[in-house]
């Protein structure tokens, strides 16, 4: 395949676009939102960071169960670990999405809550490719149960498509904005696997809160997270979901 005098003449110019972009968006972008944020006052303890110290996404959900009970009850529900983050899960994503092809472990992109990335992934594939999907990520703390189990924190959100971000341009998933709606379906979906022995609800971020995640999209929440008690002993079957909170 020969390329004409004009093609090999624009290509050049067409590295140098792409290399701008990256710059922009990848590096200047970004440090300037880290001073922006830097110079306001320090965000709500229950909101995530990206990798770049913007605020991310709420924490709006938890359960309490060992990680073996955690990842036990996500696959009863349906939901799948996703992925790490490598250069072949990357090009499965990108091929998903542009393809349109299912990819029901693909990646998400890393957030931190006080100073740590996520410890567990999960995600449940709408439609045939990756573009849309219900997605949480979960951090464990320190704290746990009477019976020596751990609590984990969690934020769960829906991509509705991907896109570039509204603040740095980089690409990413864009979310839906009612997040509680993501979390009251979560756990219905744990709980109609029979995996949720019951739940109760915790201050989050604040009431009636609008906040902005780090892909610039805004969301909108009542302010509280729900919290699963995972099962103990998992029941095989289907079980009516339990929607007293």
Do not use: C
């Not at 899960?89 to 740590?116: C, E, M, Q, T």
């Amino acid at each position: 395949m020969h390329l004409s005098s004009t093609a090999r003449a624009a290509l050049p110019a067409l590295a140098a676009l792409i290399a701008a972009y990256l710059l922009l968006a990848y590096f200047l972008v970004p440090e300037m939102w880290i001073f922006r944020e830097h110079r306001l006052p320090h965000f709500d303890s229950m909101v995530t960071a990206t990798a770049d110290d913007i605020p991310g996404d709420p924490i709006n959900v938890g359960l309490v169960g060992s990680k073996a009970q955690v990842m036990g009850a996500f696959a009863a529900a349906g939901w799948h670990a996703a992925d790490a983050i490598t250069w072949r899960s990357s090009i499965d994503i990108g091929l998903s999405v542009v393809l349109h092809r299912p990819d029901s472990a693909a990646p998400v992109s890393p957030l931190f809550y006080r100073g740590r990335k996520q410890d567990l992934a999960f995600e449940k594939a709408v439609g045939n490719s990756a573009d849309q999907r219900h997605h949480v990520r979960f951090w464990q703390t320190d704290q746990s149960d009477n019976y020596g189990r751990p609590f984990w924190f969690g934020s769960v959100t829906f991509d509705r498509g991907v896109g570039l971000s509204h603040d740095t341009g980089q690409i990413t998933h864009h979310i839906a904005a009612d997040v509680d709606v993501e979390r009251d379906g979560l756990i219905r979906d744990l709980q109609a696997a029979g995996q949720i022995a019951s739940t109760y609800d915790i201050g989050g971020v604040g009431a009636t809160m609008n906040g902005r995640n780090g892909g610039g999209d805004s969301y909108f929440t009542d302010g509280f997270a729900l919290i699963g008690i995972v099962r103990a002993e998992p029941r095989t079957g289907k079980a009516r979901a339990n929607t007293s909170r």
